[in-house]
C-alpha cells in the first residue's frame, strides 16, 4: 500500500510540476483566456508591447488606457492594430498606430522631444563649413579666429556628452603664410576618418593628414574621392550580396544617391514619380524588427518646391529635416522624423546659418551652426532635445 501510495504522489506531484509549466509557457507565449460572444472561454494568442523612450520613465498609453510607464513590457494584447502614446512632462507627446501579432514582442523606442531645448556653445571662435565624419564622432570646421586660424577638428563622443568645457577641438593643420586653410570652401572625410580632401580658397585641393597634422596638395582630387568611393563601395558590396533580397533592391542600395545610416543597415533614397519627390527608406536588417518594413515612404514633395535638407539621427530609425532657406534667409526650421514618417517634430526654429544640422552620436543633442552675436560670427551650437 504505501508503494502504491508513493507512486500515486508521485504522479501527482509530477502533473501539477507539468500543469503549472504548460500554465507558464502558455502565458509568457502570449495566450490568454478569453471570454467570446457566446459566453464561452477560448485559450486565445495574444501579443507583447515591450515600450521604451528616451528618456525613461514615460507614461504609456494604449488606445486611450493608462496601461504601464516605459520601459516596460506590455503584455496580453490582442493582435491588430492599435493606438500608442507615450507621454512625459516637459516633453512633446510621441504617438503612433502601432500592429501587433500573436506571440511576438513588438518593440517601440519613443524618441521624445522636449518642450523647451537649450542651446549651449560647441566653439566660440568661429567655425565655417562644418563636416561630420563617417561615424558622427568628429567634427571638422574652418575656423578664422586669430590666435591660430586653420582647420579644426572637435571630438563629439566620450563622457559627460559634447559642450565647449568638455570638447576641446584640436588644431588639423594652421594656416600658413602662403595657405590660408581656414578660408577653405570644402572638407570632405577618409573612410577611415585619418584624413580630409580639404577645398582651399584659390581651388587648390590638400590631403590633410590627421595623424601627422601635415597637408600636402593633390593634383587629382577625383582620384582620391573615387578611391575613398571604391573602398566604401567595396565593403558595402560584400554586405550586400549576402543579403536574399531582390536584384533591383541591391543595385539601388549601391547606387550613389543612396544615403546609409550610421548603422549601415537602411538607406535613404529618392524617387521621382512624375511631379513628386518620394523620400524612401529602405531597411536590410536580418531579420526586420517585429512591426517595421522594408520599405517605408518618409514623405513626398512637388518636385518644383524647395527640398529639406535631411541628416540621419543616431539611432538610424530617425531623420533630421532643416527646411527653409538658411543660405539665404539665415532662417530655418530643424525637425525630427521617424524612418515610417510618424512623429515629425519640431526641434528648434529660428536663427540659423548652415543647413547642415548634424546629430550627436548619443542622440541627446543636435548641432547647429548660427550667430548670437553682433559680428555675425558663426559658430557651432548643440541644441538638447532632452
Known sequence: MNKVKDLLQTILTLAIILGISTVLYLYTSGYRLQKNIENTIDLTKTGMINAKSMPEAATVYLDGKLVSATNDTIAGIDPGKHALKISKKGFVDWEKEIEVFPEL??????????????????????ANIPTISPTMNKLAYFSQEEAEPGIYVVPLGGFGGISLFRSNPNIAINDTRVNKFSQGKSIEWS???????????????????????????????????????????????????????????KVLALSENAFWSPDEKKFLYIQKVGEKLLYKVYNLEIPIPIGEKVENLVFETNAADPQPKINWYADSFHLILVEGSPLTDKRGVISLIRIDGTNKTEIYSNTLFSDNVFSAPGGDKVIISTSFKSNNQVDLYTVSIR
Open 105 to 126: 514582442v513588438t518593440d517601440i523606442t519613443a524618441i521624445l522631444v522636449s518642450q523647451s531645448p537649450r542651446i549651449e556653445p560647441l566653439t566660440n571662435t568661429g
Open 191 to 249: 573612410p577611415d576618418e585619418t584624413d580630409l580632401l580639404i577645398e582651399g580658397p584659390n581651388g587648390v585641393f590638400y590631403l590633410v593628414d590627421l595623424e601627422r597634422n601635415t597637408a600636402e596638395t593633390t593634383a587629382s582630387p577625383k582620384l582620391v574621392r573615387d578611391t575613398w568611393k571604391k573602398e566604401i563601395s567595396t565593403k558595402r558590396t560584400e554586405s550586400i550580396e549576402k543579403l536574399d533580397i531582390e536584384e533591383s533592391l
